[in-house]
């Protein structure tokens, strides 16, 4: 009996000593391989900072038309020399430094990972087939750039967008970290209420990241002639006629609104649907009807200041009500996967609309800059903490509701 509970006490012993190493070989694998693509992004981003190192990846960039489609047989041989294998050579040589200093067998993981990948370049390189890997696929980009795992549409903007932006190859960790996820610079950005505080100061901050911004406004008079956004006015009710200025906008900001705060009378009712919601979604339509053309999926965006009102209380019934249905109608819309929609969940900053607000717009219009070069789609910008924890809860559900109960109808 005593020898039986021996043999069971010993046995499991082994299996926790096997299950053990099985944990360790895999963590370390997985660390290995994610050190790999970390590795690389920031040899990538190295290569547009370093003038010789980007001399070599140059080779890549000049090998890709505009669709993806492959400029010549010989510069896409010398783009896999000079740049695919380098890339993988490099990083083969140092995954096998760390695995022989570290020496952990998980580690071996990430050398094999990258031989594979050397390996796969050198023959595109030797036998000159175009069997391009995934980001390089040719043809119309007909999904918007993913949040976490590089798509086409991401990689594309590299290319053709910024290339000094969008450096990661297959997790987006490093563009967020380094605040290149997104590319402001040169971006044609069209934002109403323009003439309020926050769109006064997302202005100011806009155009120092080198964008071109297009002030839309119902108060032209309010704005200051010299601000160096270009202005045009609209009225409520007659968004159809910025279509064709909206053409040639990369991102829209959906930011006008307003606050009948204690009123519940008809008139109030109506008006605080009519711009806080309608208004909105309107131009959300108009705006997504401008996305057409191969590439327009990678560069279009659409920013809806929807508000903490989602989920917090305003003192403000209507405001509430009219910017919670704004924020579903969002959700619900993204499901389309059209383009990139982000929400802004905005916590109260001094404004006409809140003289007590605690923070100030500027400061706000610089986090949301910051958080939105991070590629969040959801920007938070709040004081109070219940909102950082109620709103992700609110938007998961909602979205999974919406995602089960409703459709798209194809022609
Ligand atoms: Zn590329
Ligand atoms: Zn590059």
Aim: glycine share 6%.
């Amino acid at each position: 009996m005593l020898e039986s509970f021996t043999e069971i006490a010993t046995k499991l012993e082994i299996n926790w000593v096997l299950l053990s190493a099985g944990l360790q070989f895999a963590s370390w694998g997985l660390f290995s391989l994610l050190l790999s693509e970390i590795l690389r992004d920031v040899y990538h981003a190295l290569c547009h900072k370093v003038a010789w190192l980007g001399k070599l990846h140059n080779k890549h960039h000049t090998a890709y038309r505009r669709d993806l489609s492959i400029v010549s047989l010989k510069a896409y041989q010398e783009s896999q020399l000079y740049h695919d294998t380098l890339e993988s050579g490099i990083l083969v040589a140092a995954l096998l430094v760390i695995a022989l200093v570290f020496q952990q067998p998980g580690l071996w993981l990430g050398v094999v990972y990258n031989v594979i990948f050397l390996s796969a370049a050198y023959l595109r390189y030797s036998q000159g087939t175009i069997d391009t890997d995934y980001n390089h696929k040719p043809g119309p980009l007909d999904t918007a750039p993913s949040v976490w795992l590089v798509n086409r549409s991401y990689h594309w903007r590299h290319h053709f967008d910024d290339v000094n932006a969008y450096y990661s190859g297959v997790f987006s960790l490093v563009d967020k970290v380094l605040g290149t996820a997104l590319s402001l610079k040169g971006k044609t950005i069209a934002i109403t209420g323009a003439s309020g505080a926050l769109g006064q100061a997302l202005t100011a901050e806009l155009l120092k990241h080198n964008a071109k911004v297009v002030a839309l406004t119902t108060n032209p008079d309010k704005l200051p002639t010299d601000n160096g956004a270009k202005v045009i006015p609209w009225q409520l009710g007659n968004e159809a006629e910025l279509k064709a200025s909206l053409e040639k906008v990369d991102i829209l900001i959906i930011n006008h609104g307003v606050n009948v705060y204690g009123d519940r009378t008809p008139q109030g009712i109506n008006s605080s649907y009519e711009i806080n919601t309608f208004s909105a979604l309107r131009l959300m339509d108009i705006f997504i009807a401008t996305v057409t053309g191969p590439q327009a999926k990678a560069t279009k965006e659409i920013w809806v200041n929807t508000s903490e009102a989602e989920v917090n209380p305003a003192f403000s019934p209507l405001y509430e009500l009219s910017k919670r249905t704004l924020g579903d109608l969002v959700t619900l819309k993204r499901l389309n996967g059209n383009c990139v929609i982000r929400k802004l969940i905005l916590g109260p900053f001094k404004s006409q609309l809140n003289p007590y607000g605690v923070m100030s717009a500027p400061q706000v219009a610089r986090a949301i800059l910051f958080l939105a070069q991070r590629d969040f789609r959801n920007i938070i910008v709040t004081i109070n903490p219940v909102t950082y924890l109620l709103f992700p809860v609110k938007e998961v559900s909602s979205w999974l509701y919406y995602r089960i109960f409703s459709k798209t109808i194809q022609n």
